[in-house]
């Protein structure tokens, strides 16, 4: 161990010697990684068999991949790894184009003057409609304010599909553009709600031009949306739901009773642009694909491995799994999930060949297994609240062997935090959780000698067998 770290450190001196003139000292309490294992919860004798290996690096030329056994983390092992050019384990992810929606606070300023007969998809997402009026009474070096009802000003919300950068400065293309944005607006016809007010503040400069536009106001509409992509487009959902108390504090809930084809599921076709490398997205094409329930709202959709649509809706408190088929037109499955509320919410699930593993309101879980066919619940599962591991981003990974779940997590939004959570349950209960700490991240010599910090890699950075 010692003669390959000594020529590792050489590696480091001489090869990243030039990475702003390094100098590295390490110490001989570093010449190994240790692993500290923190039990949190229940017995580490439950995680017997399961083996955890991580992977760090620093400038993406330095790596670290430790091994330890879960129930016994003192038996890590690391391999030192030097590579002379930098690798990237980013991974790329071309994703769908999502629906943008228009803000009614917020602002923007320009020496060079604002254009406010530019449609609002061009002036950063602000509605600028309402203030030309108001910029058409003002002269040199002038600031006035004006409150509107904005429905007075537009026929349905202008919700926005895709990117304008792709078109700008092509006058053709963005006419093109505009003409499917607003065939898009009009499919959903969404009006805006007649109590929404705005003050409009305006300043010009002394040849009377428009170098300022704020806007505030006391209603926040609420519209989420999803989007999943399938053979040949693009699939999305909208929801709206307001609770008493957002109520209150000046949440709107919109009117999605007018989109043409019902309420669900909607479909936009892209074509493969060869000259361009883009998917021009067909937006004049939107249909509904499917209608869910009445009295259901659609709340999250993603596509499962076998191509099927996963559409999770909500029926008061409870939560339904809606397995469609790929183009969303036929209902496979339909599977109740349980009491995860009206105002709940999920992130992205784990799916493996046999399960699938989904997450709700930070500490729900639910654990469906899959036989080739269909889902059905294996457990519901609750993860013990941690403020440090809530409030983080996870990479996470999970390991079904029919009896017994782990799942192991690190914190992929820190550059400092090198840390892990492993959780386990056997038959739906909680049997062990503990978290384990790399030994440079308490004494990182590398940091201290020269501000470079080891850290996970971008992507798969851990990994979880058993």
């Known amino acids: 161990m010692k003669k390959s770290f000594l020529l590792f450190l050489l590696l480091i001196c001489l090869a990243v010697g030039g990475l702003a003139g390094m100098s590295v000292w390490v110490s001989k309490d570093n010449?190994?990684?240790e692993v500290t294992q923190t039990t949190l919860q229940g017995d580490p004798a439950a995680a017997q068999g399961l083996t955890i290996t991580v992977h760090n690096q620093m400038f993406n030329q330095l790596f670290w991949d430790t091994k330890f056994p879960a129930a016994n983390a003192a038996e890590a092992t690391s391999e030192f790894r030097f590579s002379q050019k930098a690798l990237n384990f980013y991974e790329f992810h071309d994703y769908p184009p999502e629906i943008s929606t228009p803000s009614f606070s917020g602002g923007m300023s320009s020496d060079m003057g604002i254009d406010l007969e530019r449609e609002d998809w061009g002036n950063g997402g602000v509605l600028t409609r309402p203030a030309i009026g108001l910029a058409k009474t003002m002269g040199p070096n002038e600031t006035k304010s004006k409150t509107v009802h904005v429905a007075d000003y537009y026929s349905c919300y202008p919700i926005v599909l895709d990117y304008y950068t792709r078109y700008y400065g092509d006058e053709d293309l963005e006419d093109q553009w505009r003409n499917g944005q607003e065939a898009f607006q009009r499919f959903f016809s969404i009006p805006i709600p007649s109590q929404v007010q705005v003050t409009y503040t305006i300043t010009t400069n002394e040849m009377g031009e428009v170098i300022e536009l704020y806007?505030?106001?006391?209603?926040?509409?609420?519209l989420n949306t999803a989007v999943a992509q399938g053979d040949g487009g693009y699939y999305y959902i909208l929801d709206s739901h307001v609770s008493e108390d957002e109520a209150k504090n000046g949440m709107v809930q919109m009117d999605l009773s007018h989109i043409q084809g019902g309420y669900g599921v909607y479909f936009v076709p892209f074509l493969e642009n060869e000259?361009?490398?883009?998917?021009?997205?067909?937006?004049?094409?939107?249909?509904?694909?499917?209608?869910?329930?009445?009295?259901?709202?659609?709340?999250?959709?993603?596509?499962?491995?076998?191509?099927?649509?996963?559409?999770?809706?909500?029926?008061?408190?409870?939560?339904?799994?809606?397995v469609l088929s790929s183009d969303g037109r036929q209902l496979l499955q339909r599977l109740e999930l349980g009491q995860m509320g009206s105002n709940g919410y999920m992130v992205d699930p784990l799916e493996g060949e046999d399960h699938m593993l989904l997450f709700f309101n930070d500490h729900q879980l639910i654990l469906l297994t899959w036989d080739g066919k269909e889902y059905a619940l294996a457990h519901a599962l609750q993860m013990p609240e941690d403020e440090q591991w809530d409030d983080s981003g996870k990479e996470q990974l999970a390991h079904w062997d029919?009896?017994?779940?782990?799942?192991?997590?690190?914190?992929?939004?820190?550059?400092?935090?090198?840390?892990?959570?492993?959780?386990?349950?056997?038959?739906?209960?909680?049997?062990y959780q503990g978290v384990y700490t790399m030994s440079f991240a308490k004494n990182n010599a590398t940091q201290r000698y020269s501000n470079a910090i080891i850290r996970g890699i971008d992507s798969q950075a851990i990994e979880l067998s058993g």
């Open 31 to 33: 010449e190994a990684v």
């Open 215 to 222: 806007c505030d106001t006391q209603s926040w509409l609420e």
């Open 275 to 322: 000259a361009s490398g883009w998917a021009d997205l067909k937006m004049e094409q939107v249909q509904t694909v499917y209608q869910v329930p009445q009295g259901e709202r659609t709340v999250n959709l993603f596509t499962n491995e076998k191509g099927n649509l996963l559409l999770y809706t909500v029926a008061g408190e409870t939560w339904y799994l809606n």
């Open 402 to 431: 029919g009896q017994r779940l782990a799942l192991l997590e690190r914190n992929s939004l820190s550059w400092e935090d090198t840390s892990y959570r492993l959780t386990v349950w056997q038959g739906g209960e909680l049997t």
